[in-house]
């Protein structure tokens, strides 16, 4: 079973430049080493504000237990001493860090591989209520439905927390041209028009009636702070 590992960190404004500095050096030891514990960085703005998120694709829970944790991958790459200075000095423009493990719902998704490569990502993020995860994967699916039914070209990957909220979906739709999130349909468009006014909303209706939080994001590929192996 496939799982994707993320490693959010959110970084004080006056901080990012020496915070991206530090994790540069990091990734570029790590890439002259050739170094095997790869990840793919991207920074994310949103209704929670700039963050930056490391992303790793694991194979299964056992392959995620042998890995290193990041600490002990930058002491290990710089020496105790150098790596614990790093760390602490990365460390100071942290206000706030989340990680989390999530499942692949290939059940939910038409994108067959997590789409870490792309530059730009267009990351919806939804909590559902405590008993409304159904409702929320329903909504997911007829949204899926949807696109396909009116010849809407956008690929999604629904990933859902495995640990961490384990109420919480990431739909992820890679954007390879910007200019065509312009013209994209908006959610309840896309389900007036495939299903009719009435089932499109009753669609809509009842699907968000199931959700607690929901926020978009836009995720930037960021090689210069990656190893992506």
Same mark, same amino acid.
């Given at each position: ?64 237990? @042998?890995?290193?944790?990041?600490? %002990?991958?930058?002491?290990? &790459? /710089?020496? +105790? *001493?150098? =790596?614990? $200075?790093?760390? !602490? ?89 910007? @200019?065509?999130?312009?013209?994209? %349909?908006?959610?309840?468009? &896309? /389900?007036? +028009? *495939?299903? =009719?006014? $009435?089932?499109? !909303? ?28």
């Amino acid at each position: 079973m496939a799982l994707i590992s993320v490693l959010r960190h959110q970084v004080q404004e006056g901080a990012i430049a020496r915070y991206e500095r530090l994790v540069r050096y990091v990734a570029e030891r790590a890439q002259k080493d050739d170094d095997t514990s790869p990840w793919s960085a991207r920074v994310t703005t949103g209704a929670s504000g700039r963050s930056i998120a490391y992303i790793t694709t694991v194979d299964g829970f056992a392959d995620l237990a @042998s890995r290193e944790e990041p600490d %002990a991958m930058i002491r290990r &790459l /710089l020496g +105790e *001493a150098d =790596g614990t $200075a790093i760390l !602490e000095a990365i460390g100071d423009g942290v206000v706030g860090s989340q990680q989390l493990v999530a499942t692949i719902r290939e059940d939910l998704s038409n994108l067959a591989e997590p789409p870490t490569g792309v530059p730009m990502i267009l990351l919806t993020r939804i909590r559902a209520t405590r008993d409304g995860t159904l409702g929320v994967e329903e909504l997911i699916r007829k949204v899926g439905e949807a696109a396909t039914k009116v010849g809407d070209e956008r690929q999604t990957l629904v990933l859902q927390t495995a640990i961490g909220e384990l109420r919480t979906y990431a739909v992820a739709q890679p954007v390879l041209d910007p @200019s065509v999130l312009d013209s994209q %349909a908006t959610v309840p468009e &896309l /389900l007036l +028009e *495939a299903f =009719g006014q $009435a089932e499109g !909303e009753q669609i809509f209706g009842a699907g968000t009636a199931c959700i607690e939080h929901v926020e978009t994001e836009l995720s930037l590929a960021r090689p210069d702070l990656s190893n992506e192996g």
